[in-house]
DNA sequence: AAATCGGGGGT
DNA sequence: ACCCCAGATTT
């Protein structure tokens, strides 16, 4: 755990030099931006969740056209709310948005809470937009952190790590809540979410428009673009499977394996699902090629990382009686080890022969 | 094709 | 308390 030496180091004035920025830069002709009751800015957090500002615009005038207060949208009917949602996407959204009315109204006796705690039990809404509403609506200094104040303070202090891990996120809500201010706490919060929306984007941001680029760390130290951290890619499942060695004299056989998916076209052994035991790996391989088994036993396990997942193959090699009216098809092939050679096979099956070979 | 996003939900 | 996902867009 590198933990840093002093997770907060401020930036002098941030707050005051943000808000002198944002008085010229900003922002400040939105729907939403005026008659800031709780409603107005808490119905257009919820659609600027996932949804760019150009895109809302137009859905959030209607919406207020038709649920112009909390009262009528917690009248309606969850179809009504949702035909007026319809085409922005994220439907959880608009029925957490119609059951959390329907709570203040019929059980808060319609006052939308202040508090960022009470604002947080309302479906759909978590720590950063109750920060938010809390915020813009009530002027209360309450942090918040979406992923333009995560980009913007993880490159103000250069912070390694992926800002949805625990520390790191834990790190950041600190240094969010220091640079909030008390005075003008709802032009802050407006303010640094545009100064990440229009500058400190998260490909080419303007750094030289940036109020902030001498004092930015990414900045000094030429690491804006690994900030903020991506999220660690989840290492790759292991995939474990049967393939069948099946063998009769000095033959194997072979199938080729469908056009499309792993080692398209290719003849390869025939595969089947870990699951199978041996007596219905016997019944599969009789099914399916008309074959008996004779004997059956594992060979050693061998291992192929693809790009998405590594396979693990267990190798069960079965000997077979040789059937005068075994299933031909085309897709299937009776070859001996030389014939195997001239062949195109997949890598770790030429391998996996390559080693039976050199060690039976 | 892969990364992103804030909250919900599952473990 | 922690990790992961759904659902849609962006790069």
């Keep these: 755990m590198s933990q840093q030496p002093s997770p907060f180091s401020p930036t002098k004035d941030f707050a005051k030099r943000l808000l002198a920025w944002s008085d ?24 600027l969740q996932q949804t760019q500002v150009a895109a809302v615009i137009g859905y959030y005038q209607r919406f207020m056209e038709h649920f112009p207060d909390i009262h009528s949208l917690a009248h309606a009917e969850e179809q009504q709310v949702l035909a007026q949602w319809a085409g922005l996407g994220y439907y959880a959204r608009a029925r957490n948005l119609h059951k959390a009315a ?59 790590g992926w800002p949805g891990g625990r520390e790191i996120e834990k790190q950041l809500w ?24 229009t500058l400190c984007t998260r490909s080419k941001p303007q750094c030289t428009q940036c109020p902030f680029q001498t004092d930015c760390q990414a900045y000094a130290n030429d690491t804006i673009t690994l900030r903020p951290t991506s999220k660690p890619k989840k290492k790759n499942p292991v995939k474990e499977c049967w393939i069948l ?91 001996t080890h030389e014939a195997r050679a001239q062949k195109g096979l997949p890598a770790p099956i030429s391998k996996y022969f390559e080693e039976k070979i050199t060690k039976p």
């Design 102 to 160: 329907k709570h203040v109204v019929f059980d808060l006796d319609g006052a939308f809470p202040s508090d960022v705690e009470k604002i947080m039990e309302l479906s759909g809404i978590g720590r950063s937009t109750a920060g938010a509403i809390s915020s813009i609506a009530f002027k209360r200094s309450a942090p918040i952190l979406d992923g333009n104040v995560k980009r913007v303070l993880t490159r103000l202090h250069d912070i390694e």
């Design 24 to 47: 010229i830069n900003g922002r400040k002709d939105l729907p939403w931006q005026s008659d800031k009751t709780p409603y107005r800015v808490w119905v257009s957090e919820i659609m």
């Design 245 to 335: 060695d099946i063998t009769c004299n000095n033959e194997t056989l072979f199938e080729k394996r469908p056009a499309s998916g792993i080692w398209g076209g290719l003849h390869s052994l025939p595969e089947l699902s870990r699951e199978y035991t041996y007596d219905e790996i016997l019944e599969e391989v009789e099914r399916r090629f008309d074959l008996k088994g004779l004997s059956i036993d594992e060979a050693r396990p061998f291992k192929h990382i693809f790009s998405h997942y590594t396979l693990l193959a267990h190798p069960v090699r079965i000997q077979v009686s040789r059937q005068e009216n075994s299933i031909r098809e085309e897709r299937l092939e009776w070859l």
């Design 174 to 197: 600190q240094l969010a809540d220091n640079y909030t201010p008390t005075e003008r706490c709802e032009d802050y919060t407006q303010a640094i979410m545009d100064l990440g929306a």
